[in-house]
């Protein structure tokens, strides 16, 4: 079992910055796989960024790319995404979700997921 604790979301404007963190607990954390996902009101939820578990490989949808960060430190047990140059549309509840081992960007692959965090952005 893990778990995951979420934090860092926020109010913020347009144009800021924001640093989000997870920290896992219960298993050993540098064989899971990291993502983050979000959620928007009446939206699906989608996913965000994610991590190999050595924190070598990183993948982002297109809607970030270039202005969200994912990493992580094996050390402290825990995953961050910076958010930068954020979007009103970026606003939604950011899930941290972990599986074992290999990468994914699909939501249904991720066995653990974290409480959520609210982000919200003013226009």
């Known amino acids: 079992q893990v778990q995951l604790v979420e934090s860092g979301g926020g109010l913020v404007q347009a144009g800021g910055s924001l640093r989000l963190s997870c920290v896992a607990s219960?298993?050993?954390?540098?064989?899971?796989?990291m993502a983050w996902f979000r959620q928007a009101p009446e939206k699906e939820r989608e996913f965000v960024a994610a991590?190999?578990?050595?924190?070598?490989?990183?993948y982002y949808a297109d809607s970030v790319k270039g202005r969200f960060t994912i990493s992580r430190d094996n050390a402290k047990n825990t995953v961050y995404l910076q958010m930068n140059s954020l979007k009103p549309e970026d606003a939604a509840v950011y899930y941290c979700?972990?599986?074992?081992?290999?990468?994914?960007?699909?939501?249904?692959?991720?066995?653990?997921w974290g409480q959520g965090t609210q982000v919200t952005v003013s226009s």
């Open positions: 219960g298993r050993t954390f540098s064989n899971y796989a």
């Open positions: 991590i190999s578990w050595t924190g070598s490989n990183t």
């Open positions: 979700a972990a599986k074992r081992v290999v990468v994914s960007k699909k939501q249904s692959d991720y066995d653990y």
